[in-house]
């Protein structure tokens, strides 16, 4: 007997308040590194209304601030991450040059540093370095889109650039920066078989009415960008539900970094281990671990081995070695799972400061995954999307006994 559910994720634009200060505190950490590759960065940002306030832990070594706000121009990246979002309308309250920026920063702690620095410390057990804070991270990867990414979270990213894009042609004058999008898919045994329900929610002007907007979203932006076999007669398009969206971004509601780490990862359909990315330098195995799980799911998937694979380790703040390390293929395995995770051990080193050498993160490539989800990109920079450990595998699973 076939089973049948709906399985939905959500997305949102680059004008969504949450968004709005992840991209600034990824604005934040590509400046950084620009200044100096091995800064320590924690940037975090709240906004509301015709405020933001940048604060958090950075530390840039190689020309000697502590006092990063010194060598930084904070107050300036916030606006320029405002202005390339779009915030620039005189009916907005949020305008990238009106905005209050207020900044509240400090240097590293020093007891974390340590943890982190490779080298001996005082209660410290290994001089190596060591992963900059204790936690849990999930990789995943399914077959279900060219990207091997979930179909929920990939079609209502989709939705979000198309939005994005037409925005910033200044083509349709209405179309303001805060948007949402949301894709029900129907599945059957596994298998996306149909969409039942698209929701979109963008801000606009005052002067639209609701049957344009719904006409646009419709036609320009759900029709043109979703697979036309997985669209149907019952599919239900809900376009700005409430009626009315003028009054939107932080001046609607508060903005805050690290609040949508579902739309960043993979749309509900793989776990989380509830770190966030954004504002984080690379030593933060919440970002660069959840990079290298991707990195190494999307590999296992791509080679053959599963049809879904999920990757969960988890670190000890300053401990270069993970604490544990699990693969679950939820039954679609083609061969079995322990021989999967031993050549995982054995192609892929999940020591910190292997993982950034192993995908090149020290260089200002974050505010290019800030927005429409950190995986599934097709971008050269963002290595953990590579399939190129495919053969490596091939090679390892061939070398490990059956069991």
């Given at each position: 007997m076939s089973k049948s559910y709906i399985f939905s994720s959500e997305s949102v634009g680059e004008g969504h308040p949450d968004k709005v200060c992840d991209t600034i505190s990824d604005y934040v950490l590509d400046a950084c590194i620009q200044a100096d590759k091995t800064s320590r960065v924690a940037c975090e940002c709240y906004a509301k209304s015709n405020v933001v306030v940048v604060g958090g832990e950075i530390t840039i070594p190689a020309i000697g601030y502590q006092n990063p706000s010194?060598?930084?121009?904070?107050?300036?990246?916030?606006?320029?991450?405002?202005?390339?979002?779009?915030?620039?309308?005189?009916?907005?309250?949020?305008?990238?040059?009106?905005?209050?920026?207020?900044?509240?920063?400090?240097?590293?702690?020093?007891?974390?540093?340590?943890?982190?620095?490779?080298?001996?410390?005082?209660?410290?057990?290994?001089?190596?370095?060591?992963?900059?804070?204790?936690?849990?991270?999930?990789?995943?990867?399914?077959?279900?889109?060219?990207?091997?990414?979930?179909?929920?979270?990939?079609?209502?990213?989709?939705?979000?650039?198309?939005?994005?894009?037409?925005?910033?042609?200044?083509?349709?004058?209405?179309?303001?920066?805060?948007?949402?999008?949301?894709?029900?898919?129907?599945?059957?045994?596994?298998?996306?078989v149909g969409i039942s329900n698209v929701v979109i929610s963008t801000q606009h002007a005052a002067d639209v009415s609701h049957a344009e907007i719904e006409k646009f979203c419709i036609e320009k932006v759900i029709k043109a960008v979703l697979p036309k076999n997985l669209l149907n007669a019952k599919t239900e398009f809900l376009i700005?539900?409430?009626?009315?969206?003028?009054?939107?971004?932080?001046?609607?509601?508060?903005?805050?970094?690290?609040?949508?780490?579902?739309?960043?990862?993979?749309?509900?359909?793989?776990?989380?281990?509830?770190?966030?990315?954004?504002?984080?330098?690379?030593?933060?195995?919440?970002?660069?671990?959840?990079?290298?799980?991707?990195?190494?799911?999307?590999?296992?998937?791509?080679?053959?081995?599963?049809?879904?694979?999920?990757?969960q380790f988890a670190y000890a703040i300053g401990h270069p070695d993970p604490v544990s390390v699990h693969v679950d293929t939820f039954g679609t395995a083609t061969v079995d799972e322990d021989r999967i995770s031993t050549a995982i051990r054995k192609v892929f080193s999940f020591q910190p400061a292997d993982i950034i050498s192993q995908l090149n993160l020290r260089r200002p490539i974050y505010k290019q995954t800030t927005n429409y989800g950190h995986f599934g990109k097709n971008d050269p920079d963002i290595t953990w999307e590579k399939t190129d450990k495919v053969a490596a595998l091939k090679k390892a699973i061939g070398k490990v006994a059956t069991v």
């Open positions: 010194e060598a930084i121009d904070f107050i300036g990246l916030a606006r320029q991450a405002i202005r390339d979002i779009g915030y620039t309308n005189d009916d907005d309250v949020f305008h990238a040059d009106k905005v209050f920026v207020n900044c509240l920063i400090t240097g590293q702690s020093p007891d974390i540093a340590q943890g982190v620095d490779a080298k001996k410390a005082v209660g410290k057990k290994t001089a190596k370095q060591g992963a900059g804070d204790q936690g849990l991270m999930f990789g995943y990867a399914c077959n279900e889109t060219p990207e091997l990414m979930p179909a929920p979270i990939m079609f209502a990213h989709r939705l979000g650039r198309k939005l994005t894009e037409i925005r910033k042609t200044g083509k349709v004058p209405w179309l303001r920066p805060d948007a949402k999008s949301q894709v029900s898919v129907q599945y059957v045994d596994g298998q996306p700005n539900p409430t009626g009315r969206f003028v009054v939107g971004g932080p001046q609607g509601d508060t903005g805050l970094t690290g609040r949508k780490i579902i739309v960043d990862s993979y749309g509900g359909m793989g776990r989380h281990g509830g770190g966030a990315f954004s504002g984080k330098d690379p030593t933060k195995v919440d970002r660069s671990a959840a990079y290298l799980g991707r990195w190494i799911a999307k590999n296992v998937v791509a080679a053959g081995f599963a049809a879904k694979c999920e990757v």
